[in-house]
């Protein structure tokens, strides 16, 4: 094999061209003090507030507090393993994730390493953990749902795709459970998920990624986790990870659900690192801008614009409160941010009402506008809320053991069948025409003449024999979104043929 002279000379001089000396630069210091995720390092001048350090074990940090004569770093990692007089230099960049389809259906924790032991994760793309919100141009109104798969949430505090609903409750009211329905609930369509544990035990998130892995959830879902074991750096930091993971789809033009679960533990670490910055606590020992905390995470969450591709990132952050205090200082900030919040009361949920939402406290602020048509119907859930409203005062009246008139009787007993009607059973979404159907038979008196304690397993049958024998009814309220007046007397009467068969064998 000849070498050609001329081709290796123009290679050679083509490279000489286009060489640029590159020079790195990174200003090292030295660690003063380190303890509890934290360290103070002297020398980094001209390090800047959110930017990345290195220490000298490979151990990343994160620039929190930028003091006169020194600078207070959080560690991302084991801080038992750096000691004082250790080396640490600046690297010029902002702390990043790996984004992309490599992360579907992988566990890992807020720096974007696998935890789930299948593997390293080969992204070709990384995204700054902390990024501006899209501003008021960027976005427009929300008006798509995002199903849930609930009755009653899509009933009566509906999500649109863009929105921000908050979950809120003690601890044990099931929370999680309806973060995890609405996730089960987008199998087969088009939208990516992202959970975010924050602060829980270990054996809990090993559990939520049982039930998706279970029932093929995670083939659309990432699963952020920093368990109530890891350091208070990296539980602040998870809930901005998996804002970036679901961010890079929503620029694509996809849709996307962050669940951050939960955000009353993410305030608490946020809490620990700046006392021990020693920055002046507030209300509760709550730095200042823990507002600021949080709401810069949730604004990122919107449908954009057609300019920019349509995408939307809709979010579920979760907040415990304690003995139901909805007025104490995390779960009001969060209430102030979002969008609606949907409120879970322990009574309720001992009482055996599961999801346990109350319906007085719980609102959705977009409302109608995230229903679809069939949904939206006064005969459907139109009225569903005001209903039980007044279910619920006229149940406290009834206690007293007065006499009631057969109006008002006849209304308590449409109203427990209708609370009978809005349970449902843990990890069984329902689609949205199927909802339809339950309500508006519900509102009909279909169930009317059905012990409370069977009206779920008549439901059941309900859906059955609509699913069955009159599928047409059903596709068209698929197809069209929309009841119209063939298709509820279509309803009517499939309700009529229904309730001739259960007298039969009755």
């Not at 659900?257 to 939960?262: E, H, I, K, M």
Request: with cysteine; net charge negative; aromatic share 6%.
């Amino acid at each position: 094999m000849k070498f050609k002279a001329d081709e290796i000379a123009s290679v050679i001089s083509k490279q000489i061209e286009e060489f640029q000396g590159q020079v790195e630069t990174s200003e090292v210091g030295r660690v003063l003090e380190v303890g509890d995720g934290i360290a103070r390092c002297y020398g980094l001048s001209s390090a800047m507030s959110g930017e990345m350090v290195e220490f000298s074990n490979g151990v990343r940090g994160l620039v929190f507090n930028l003091e006169e004569d020194s600078v207070g770093v959080i560690i991302l990692g084991d801080y038992l393993e750096i000691t004082e007089g250790d080396e640490v230099r600046t690297t010029g960049a902002l702390l990043s994730v790996p984004v992309g389809d490599a992360l579907i259906g992988r566990v890992v924790d807020p720096l974007g390493n696998p935890i789930d032991g299948a593997g390293p994760i080969v992204a070709s793309e990384t995204r700054p953990v902390e990024t501006a919100a899209p501003g008021v141009a960027a976005r427009q109104p929300v008006t798509e749902p995002l199903q849930t798969g609930i009755k009653a949430v899509d009933a009566m505090t509906p999500i649109g795709r863009g929105q921000r609903e908050l979950i809120i409750g003690d601890r044990k009211t099931g929370k999680t459970t309806i973060a995890l329905d609405t996730i089960l609930n987008q199998k087969g369509g088009d939208v990516i998920c992202v959970y975010v544990a924050c602060g829980q035990r270990d054996a809990s998130v090993a559990g939520v990624v049982e039930v998706l892995k279970e029932y093929g959830a995670m083939d659309y879902t990432i699963v952020v986790s920093a368990s109530a074991s890891d350091p208070a750096p990296l539980q602040y930091v998870a809930p901005y990870t998996g804002a970036a993971m679901a961010e890079h789809f929503m620029y694509q033009g996809k849709h996307t659900l962050v669940v951050y679960d939960d955000l009353s533990k993410q305030a608490q670490a946020y809490r620990q690192l700046s006392l021990l910055m020693r920055r002046p606590p507030g209300r509760e020992a709550y730095p200042g801008d823990v507002f600021y905390c949080h709401s810069r995470l949730l604004e990122r969450s919107a449908k954009l614009n057609d300019e920019l591709g349509g995408g939307s990132m809709t979010a579920l952050p979760i907040i415990e409160t304690l003995e139901g205090e909805v007025s104490a200082y995390i779960p009001t900030n969060v209430i102030s941010i979002t969008d609606g919040q949907i409120y879970l009361e322990p009574d309720l949920f001992f009482a055996g009402v599961r999801p346990a939402i109350n319906v007085g406290i719980s609102v959705s602020r977009v409302g109608g506008n995230a229903q679809i048509k069939a949904m939206k119907d006064k005969k459907v859930a139109g009225g569903i809320k005001l209903d039980l409203a007044a279910f619920r005062e006229l149940e406290a009246f009834a206690q007293l053991g007065t006499e009631l008139d057969k109006a008002t009787q006849a209304q308590l007993d449409r109203g427990y069948r209708m609370v009978e009607l809005l349970k449902q059973p843990q990890y069984q979404p329902l689609h949205v025409a199927d909802q339809v159907i339950s309500i508006f038979a519900g509102t009909n008196g279909v169930f009317d003449s059905v012990a409370p304690s069977e009206v779920a397993e008549q439901e059941q049958r309900l859906l059955q024999f609509i699913r069955e024998e009159k599928s047409e009814i059903r596709n068209t309220i698929i197809e069209t979104k929309a009841l119209s007046d063939d298709t509820k007397d279509a309803l009517l009467a499939a309700y009529k043929e229904f309730k001739d068969r259960i007298e039969a064998t009755a």
